[in-house]
Structure formats: structure tokens, C-alpha cells
């Protein structure tokens, strides 16, 4: 399984963005996924996560501002980000536990990490 995310870059405070990632080797389905983001100077941090069965959660942070989904059709896991603040800006990861797990509750439970894409909020 590979994960390849896009989408990243530069956007005002208040703007919008959406991140994908993209996974190879198996199907989204019977994944749970989920993004991650680190900021400079900080830990990485979860910020949503969508179970194998597209139930969403999400950390206070970004709840009512960011929206994650799977699009099986491309098979893609994505990220709608509205309401950016300065805040936001990190490199955003997207993860996937193994098939058929349930979601980990921890970032060491996910088994695929892409390499990241870096989203600048100013």
C-alpha cells in the first residue's frame, strides 16, 4: 500500500483547500484513514480520521471547519479545509490502518504514511 497526497499550498486566512491522497496497492473501503498534520516546532498531531465503515471523527481544532471523505471512484481519501487560519499551516499526512482494523487510537496504529504535503495559511 502507498499513499501519495496533493493539493497542498499557499492560501489566505479565511480561504479554503482541499488536500487527497491518493492510495495504490488496495482499495480505500476497507481502510481506516485518516490525516494527520505537524507544524514547525511541534508534534504531529491527528486532525481526522474516517472509519472503514466512512464514519468521520474529528479533533476540536478543526471541528465545523475541515471535512474528510473517501472518494472510491478515484480512491482517494480527501480533506476539505474551510475557515483557514494561520493556525493550519503544517505538512498534512494522510494514514491508513491496516485492512480491516478498526480505527487506532493512537498515530503508531496506522500502518501506511504518505510523505506529506505542506499547506501555508497567511
Known amino acids: 500500500v502507498q499513499l501519495v497526497e496533493s493539493g497542498g499550498g499557499s492560501v489566505q486566512a479565511g480561504g479554503s483547500l482541499r488536500v487527497s491522497c491518493a492510495l495504490s496497492?488496495?482499495?480505500?473501503?476497507?481502510?481506516?484513514m485518516g490525516w494527520f498534520r505537524q507544524a514547525p516546532g511541534k508534534e504531529r498531531e491527528g486532525i481526522a480520521s474516517?472509519?472503514?465503515?466512512?464514519?468521520?471523527t474529528y479533533a476540536t481544532s478543526v471541528q465545523g471547519r475541515f471535512c474528510i471523505s473517501k472518494d472510491t471512484a478515484k480512491n482517494t481519501l480527501d480533506l476539505q479545509m474551510d475557515s483557514l487560519t494561520p493556525d493550519d499551516t503544517a505538512m498534512y499526512y494522510c494514514?491508513?490502518?491496516?485492512?480491516?482494523?478498526?480505527?487506532?487510537?493512537?498515530?503508531?496504529?496506522?500502518?501506511?504514511w504518505g510523505q506529506g504535503t505542506q499547506v501555508t495559511v497567511s
Open positions: 494514514a491508513a490502518a491496516l485492512l480491516e482494523w478498526p480505527c487506532p487510537s493512537s498515530e503508531s496504529g496506522f500502518a501506511y
Open positions: 496497492g488496495d482499495t480505500t473501503s476497507g481502510h481506516c
Open positions: 474516517i472509519s472503514k465503515d466512512d464514519v468521520p
